[in-house]
């Protein structure tokens, strides 16, 4: 069993940054994050692999940055240039290393970009 523990939401300008991180307690294959707006589904955002191998969504491509410190228990996600449409809650994932298909998630963190 791994636990997720997010921190670094907040209330921020239209323009300005934002990091959030995302600790975990063992060992995962990959972290990253999904987001939720009021009234929207859960949507992808970004991930870190094995590698460093990344991915983003569109909308987040070129303004959201996701890294791992050295011992990939930690992951980070730098957000520039925000956007209102950047506000939901970021919920944290990770998949677990030794067991395929077996996904946790942290607690959430708010994010609101004020226009």
């Known amino acids: 069993q791994v636990q997720l523990i997010e921190s670094g939401g907040g209330l921020v300008p239209a323009g300005g940054s934002l990091r959030l991180s995302c600790a975990a307690s063992g060992r995962t294959y990959a972290m990253g994050w999904f987001r939720q707006a009021p009234g929207k589904e859960r949507e992808f955002v970004a991930r870190?692999?094995?590698?460093?191998?990344?991915n983003y969504a569109d909308s987040v491509k070129g303004r959201f940055t996701i890294s791992r410190d050295n011992a990939k228990t930690t992951a980070y996600l730098q957000m520039n240039s925000l956007k209102p449409e950047d506000t939901a809650v970021y919920y944290c994932y990770a998949d677990d290393f030794a067991v395929p298909g077996r996904v946790y998630w942290g607690q959430g963190t708010q994010v609101t970009v004020s226009s």
């Open positions: 870190i692999i094995i590698g460093d191998i990344t």
